[in-house]
């Protein structure tokens, strides 16, 4: 079966930096996935790693470990517009993205 | 800039009435789909299709149907609209892998069903 795990909520301050996990159980796997979305909106992309090890994008970055079905998106120097849910998703062989339920972020001041 | 379009952000229909979702991409992407996200359950695949003319079944395709005649475009249908698939839809596509860029998605449609 397919499963993807990740917390349902999460807070934090602005300017900290939060981590946020996602945890995969998949058929197949050529990928994962993270991206944003704000309430009302459309999920907007945020980053794609295939390869094991860290990809910085900006104040974003994310993590991946195939070995242990293990990512984390990490978000510095926290801004209040970051609060929104981040999505965690696995593409497996068939070119289908699997999510997660998402996890909900709110930063306070 | 467009990329995914969908013909509404908001749709009110009444039960047991027939609704299309359209859905449009002009990246001339392979892949499309169409999910539905309610709280709580996160986004669900209801079908997908790899090219015109076809289509696939996702987690939940029960009560729908879908729609590619043309390679840009996507139909999402409700045969007889029921109040539980009141919901936020959207639509995606991407080009096919193993090596992937990022799945763009519509703007989603809120469908309230009376």
């Known amino acids: 079966g397919q499963n993807i795990d990740q917390p349902t909520e999460m807070t934090a301050t602005e300017g900290a930096i939060v981590q946020i996990n996602c945890t995969y159980q998949?058929?197949?796997?050529?990928?994962l996935f993270w991206y944003q979305q704000h309430a009302g909106e459309a999920p907007t992309f945020l980053s794609y790693?295939?390869?094991?090890g860290l990809e910085e994008k900006g104040r974003f970055s994310s993590f991946l470990s195939r070995s242990k079905g293990y990512s984390y998106l990490l978000l510095k120097e926290l801004q209040m517009k970051d609060s929104a849910s981040y999505l965690c998703?696995?593409?497996?062989?068939?070119?289908?993205?699997?999510f997660g339920t998402g996890t909900r972020l709110q930063v306070f001041p | 800039d467009v990329k995914v379009t969908q013909s509404s952000r908001y749709l009110v229909k009444r039960t047991g009435e027939k609704v299309f979702l359209e859905c449009v991409q002009d990246?001339?992407?392979?892949?499309m789909f169409w999910y539905r996200q309610d709280p709580g359950l996160g986004l669900r695949l209801i079908y997908f299709s790899y090219d015109v003319k076809m289509k696939e079944k996702g987690d939940i395709p029960e009560g729908y149907s879908v729609s590619r005649e043309k390679k840009e475009r996507f139909s999402l249908i409700l045969e007889s609209a029921s109040t539980n698939q009141t919901s936020m839809y959207l639509c995606a596509s991407i080009q096919p892998g193993p090596v992937y860029n990022e799945q763009f998605f519509g703007p989603g449609t809120r469908l309230t069903v009376l």
């Open positions: 998949t058929s197949g796997f050529n990928g």
């Open positions: 990246m001339d992407h392979e892949n």
């Open positions: 790693n295939v390869l094991d």
């Open positions: 998703a696995v593409i497996g062989k068939t070119d289908k993205l699997i």
